[in-house]
């Protein structure tokens, strides 16, 4: 029962250091039970949903230590489950991944259906196309999904549509699968090749993680490795679009300014300076925001992820901008919060256009997922006044010290109690 209040209309100035990739992690920490052995991952964001990947890791029998904020010790040389407690997998999408990796291990594996953010259905027929074309077979029942094989043989997958969940699921069945498994029509996003590495690093056999096509050829066992995980692309565009949002200066460090490619070329293309260095950005704006066409796709197109921060920044702009949503159904549920701070947007299916207003106003939001969530904040920090932001766990999801990073930006921003509405009433 906690909430964000902001007091915005000042610019964000300083510097930024950017945690570990949110979307690589939940994937790297399931690929540790193929080393059946000590991983050391480091880089870690210290965010919920590694939490939670954690927690599962401990109740299927892992033996993990802390060694810092950012670093843990995890040892999956003796699982004796493989089983994914249901209240725990409903609490984020990527358990998912635990499937491909357990049945890889063990030939068998229970998980709840994804939770998450609820951005519209979240198929996983292409995760069930993988295990099956490799020898498994799944059942879905009461919510749950099972997969289980006697053993797992390479075979030619052709996803039928783009996806980074089960291309990651791919490789986590694969790589322990008799013979050679082609995957066609992956996804190439960075933490798709974050995760090839860190199999490689354990003794796997990936090649060609972020293009097209992934081949990987099966190992007997798997070990061990130190790995630390790559900057969180979604993360330092977040921070990005804040210093641009809010007439700022911001030197965002620990970055892959390749990854932000996306990202810094709408910027430039709206008037913002962005300025790369070897592993950090400069972003700056003096002018106005102009008006721009996006459509979110698959890397490396315009990151979805990014699309709900955009169409804030664009909110303001002199001019009308047009966003195309082609990934999410549901990616335009923070439109309404944002009207509420007097933005004029019309939403037609998956295109929203945005007609530019002089300034937004503070008033009471909420964080319906992540990346919206994110997006009000960045909203409140553009707003003359104080607003309040409700449903802040979304946004803990996915960004770590979020308080704290924007305190060092020079923002007015604290969490607080929130009271509990049957009490609100009654004052």
């Known amino acids: 029962m906690e909430k964000f209040v902001i007091t915005g209309g000042k610019p964000l100035h300083g510097e930024v250091t950017i945690s570990g990739a949110k979307n690589a992690a939940v994937g790297i920490l399931p690929a540790t039970i193929l080393a059946a052995d000590v991983c050391v991952i480091e880089n870690l964001p210290d965010i919920s949903d590694?939490?939670?990947?954690?927690?599962?890791?401990?109740?299927?029998?892992?033996?993990?230590?802390?060694?810092?904020?950012?670093?843990?010790?995890?040892?999956?040389?003796?699982?004796?489950?493989?089983?994914?407690?249901?209240?725990?997998?409903?609490?984020?999408?990527?358990?998912?991944?635990?499937?491909?990796?357990?049945?890889?291990?063990?030939?068998?594996?229970?998980?709840?259906?994804?939770?998450?953010?609820?951005?519209?259905?979240?198929?996983?027929?292409?995760?069930?196309?993988?295990?099956?074309?490799?020898?498994?077979?799944?059942?879905?029942?009461?919510?749950?999904?099972?997969?289980?094989?006697?053993?797992?043989?390479?075979?030619?997958?052709?996803?039928?549509?783009?996806?980074?969940?089960?291309?990651?699921?791919?490789?986590?069945?694969?790589?322990?699968?008799?013979?050679?498994?082609?995957?066609?029509?992956?996804?190439?996003?960075?933490?798709?090749?974050?995760?090839?590495?860190?199999?490689?690093?354990?003794?796997?056999?990936?090649?060609?993680?972020?293009?097209?096509?992934?081949?990987?050829?099966?190992?007997?066992?798997?070990?061990?490795?130190?790995?630390?995980?790559?900057?969180?692309?979604?993360?330092?565009?977040?921070?990005?679009?804040?210093?641009?949002?809010?007439?700022?200066?911001?030197?965002?460090?620990?970055?892959?300014?390749?990854?932000?490619?996306?990202?810094?070329?709408?910027?430039?293309?709206?008037?913002?300076?962005?300025?790369?260095?070897?592993?950090?950005?400069?972003?700056?704006?003096?002018?106005?925001?102009?008006?721009?066409?996006?459509?979110?796709?698959?890397?490396?197109?315009f990151p979805t992820d990014m699309q709900p921060l955009m169409g804030v920044l664009l909110s303001v702009a002199k001019g009308t901008s047009t966003i195309t949503e082609s990934v999410w159904d549901n990616r335009f549920r923070y439109v309404d919060e944002l009207r509420k701070m007097g933005a004029v947007v019309q939403v037609d299916g998956q295109v929203a256009v945005f007609e530019g207003v002089d300034k937004l106003n503070p008033a009471p939001l909420r964080a319906s997922d992540l990346r919206a969530g994110a997006a009000m904040v960045v909203a409140a920090l553009m707003a003359d006044g104080t607003s309040e932001i409700e449903e802040i766990g979304h946004i803990e999801r996915g960004y770590e010290n979020i308080v704290e990073k924007l305190r060092g930006l020079g923002a007015e921003i604290s969490k607080v109690e929130r009271m509990p509405a049957a009490l609100e009433s009654a004052m």
């Open 50 to 301: 590694v939490a939670v990947s954690l927690k599962i890791l401990s109740t299927l029998g892992a033996s993990i230590k802390m060694l810092n904020r950012n670093t843990y010790e995890i040892d999956t040389t003796h699982l004796n489950c493989t089983n994914v407690p249901d209240d725990l997998s409903r609490q984020m999408r990527a358990s998912y991944y635990f499937l491909g990796a357990l049945l890889s291990r063990f030939g068998k594996a229970q998980v709840a259906m994804p939770g998450g953010c609820n951005l519209g259905p979240r198929p996983i027929d292409q995760h069930l196309k993988v295990f099956s074309a490799l020898g498994a077979e799944d059942s879905v029942d009461y919510g749950m999904i099972t997969v289980r094989a006697k053993e797992l043989n390479g075979a030619h997958i052709f996803f039928d549509k783009v996806s980074v969940g089960a291309t990651m699921n791919g490789m986590l069945s694969a790589v322990m699968a008799q013979g050679r498994t082609i995957l066609e029509n992956c996804a190439k996003e960075p933490h798709v090749v974050d995760l090839a590495n860190f199999l490689n690093m354990c003794g796997a056999d990936v090649r060609g993680a972020g293009t097209d096509v992934i081949k990987v050829r099966g190992v007997e066992k798997m070990h061990g490795c130190t790995y630390s995980i790559i900057p969180d692309q979604i993360e330092a565009g977040s921070y990005m679009v804040a210093a641009a949002a809010t007439g700022g200066d911001v030197l965002i460090k620990n970055v892959t300014p390749k990854h932000l490619e996306p990202i810094t070329a709408k910027l430039r293309r709206a008037g913002v300076d962005v300025e790369e260095f070897d592993d950090s950005v400069r972003v700056s704006r003096k002018g106005d925001i102009l008006p721009l066409k996006i459509n979110t796709m698959p890397h490396p197109g």
